[in-house]
């Protein structure tokens, strides 16, 4: 099975930035597509962007876009979510996911998921 863990996670002022790590382990990397969600309060978990192993198939929730950059290190076995501009509603705790490659879409469908780690952006 696959391992995942987050970090990087912590308080901001609104404006700031923040860069997001998840480093996974036990499983074929390359074979997995990878997504970032997040929960806050009183909320449902929601997707904010998913990657294909083939680096350029990426999506973006659209509340995130022009300010959130997914990538991933192959070598390292490593998904990084930059976050910059960042808003006090993008206050939440943070997931990373995985997923066998497949054709549906990034929105959804993830097997494996870390454990959060906590982002809280101060006004």
């Known amino acids: 099975q696959v391992q995942l863990v987050e970090s990087g996670g912590g308080l901001v002022q609104a404006g700031g930035s923040l860069r997001l790590s998840c480093a996974a382990s036990?499983?074929?990397?390359?074979?997995?597509?990878m997504g970032w969600f997040r929960q806050a309060p009183g909320k449902q978990r929601e997707f904010v962007v998913g990657i294909r192993p083939s680096l350029t198939g990426t999506l973006y929730k659209d509340s995130v876009k022009g300010r959130f950059t997914i990538s991933r290190d192959n070598a390292k076995n490593t998904v990084y979510l930059q976050m910059n501009g960042l808003k006090p509603e993008d206050t939440a705790v943070y997931y990373c996911?995985?997923?066998?490659?497949?054709?549906?879409?990034?929105?959804?469908?993830?097997?494996?998921w870390g454990q959060g780690t906590q982002v809280t952006v101060s006004s």
């Open positions: 996911a995985a997923r066998r490659i497949t054709l549906r879409s990034l929105v959804s469908g993830y097997d494996y």
């Open positions: 036990g499983g074929t990397y390359s074979t997995y597509d």
